[in-house]
């Protein structure tokens, strides 16, 4: 079974939040399904490059950078 995942990062209060990041690693016993990272809904590339996305071999990291309050951006893999 393919298990799609969604994470949320969320700026509140007031004040821009700097480099911000995402790390999630995939639950023990499955498999990252490769070529799935996305962010906002663009694929991002799963090599350490200049989208901010990667796959380590056990964890997605995606660099985000600078947040402003109230905005939202999504972070989406398979595993």
């Known amino acids: 079974a393919v298990i799609p ?3 949320t990062a969320r700026v509140t209060g007031r004040g821009v939040a700097r480099d911000v ?3 999630d690693a995939v639950p ?3 498999t990252y399904v490769a ?3 996305s962010l906002d809904g663009q694929p991002l590339s799963d090599a350490v490059d200049a989208d901010g996305g990667r796959f380590t071999g056990e964890a997605v990291e995606i660099v985000l950078g600078q947040l402003e ?4 951006r999504t ?3 398979q595993v």
């Open 21 to 23: 990041s995402i790390e």
């Open 69 to 72: 309050p109230s905005q939202d």
């Open 28 to 30: 023990a016993g499955s």
């Open 35 to 37: 070529g799935s990272l």
């Open 5 to 7: 995942y969604t994470l």
């Open 75 to 77: 972070v989406s893999f």
